[in-house]
């Protein structure tokens, strides 16, 4: 789903300005790399100029104007199509939890950096994951204040429990390189490979073919 499919469900379910509109979009883009008031304006610039969007300037006592976000008939129209849309559910690659992940993809060649640099990048995204579970958990305790969205707290939900398996997964992977042979005892495997076990052949005995008795 794209940032753009999100704006349109936000202002379908109400209208609001710029910084709760932001507010709102922060635990769907936790991690990315920064959905920071440019990048939000320039898009929201993008969808009034398609008249999917358009704005009311507010005047406020004493205040600046608010400009105010609403959802036009067309916008209203093209979320609703994206949101029967078949297509949109099976758009997404095999691996898309791999390729969206950039830690993932830079942990498949960690062993490239040596055992002491692939666990420094496991301890960075450990910290970071902690981190990011710190913020789940403040926004799930004011989930409340979004009443008109019932299943944002379960969607909070369900990003923390990945948040916890994946820091539980890396925990595993850190302690496997820690305790890890020194180089060169044994077959090199790739960082976070779980060894296979051996498996023992059975023993074929040689049997001779009994040759027919002859009348």
Same mark, same amino acid.
């Given at each position: ?5 999100? %704006? ?5 379910? @109400? ?26 304006? !320039? ?7 398609? =008249?999917? %969007? ?19 008939? !067309? #916008? ?15 758009? =997404? ?20 950096? +040596?055992? =002491? ?15 990011? %579970? ?7 305790? #004011? ?11 379960? %969607?909070? +939900? ?13 925990? !595993? ?10 180089? +060169? ?10 060894? @296979? ?17 002859? #009348?």
């Amino acid at each position: 789903m794209s940032l753009r499919s999100l %704006i349109l469900g936000w202002l379908l379910e @109400r209208p609001c300005h710029g910084y709760e509109l932001q507010q709102r979009l922060l635990p769907f883009e936790a991690g990315s790399p920064g959905l920071n008031q440019g990048r939000l304006y !320039k898009l929201l610039g993008e969808l009034e100029g398609e =008249a999917l %969007i358009r704005h009311e300037v507010v005047p406020q006592d004493r205040l600046p104007s608010r400009k105010i976000l609403y959802l036009t008939p !067309k #916008g209203k129209a093209a979320f609703l199509e994206w949101l029967r849309s078949p297509a949109s559910l099976h758009d =997404a690659t095999k691996y898309e939890f791999f390729l969206r992940d950039p830690f993932l993809v830079r942990f498949l060649f960690a062993h490239r950096l +040596g055992p =002491a640099g692939a666990q420094e990048l496991l301890r960075r995204h450990l910290r970071d994951i902690e981190a990011r %579970i710190r913020e789940f958990t403040r926004l799930q305790r #004011g989930a409340d204040a979004f009443p008109e969205a019932p299943g944002r707290l379960a %969607i909070l +939900g369900l990003g923390l429990r990945y948040l916890v398996a994946k820091l539980r997964w890396l925990r !595993k992977r850190l302690a496997e390189l820690e305790t890890a042979p020194p180089k +060169g005892n044994g077959a090199r495997r790739t960082v976070g490979q779980t060894p @296979r076990p051996r498996v023992a052949r059975p023993e074929v005995r040689a049997t001779r073919r009994r040759r027919p008795a002859r #009348g």
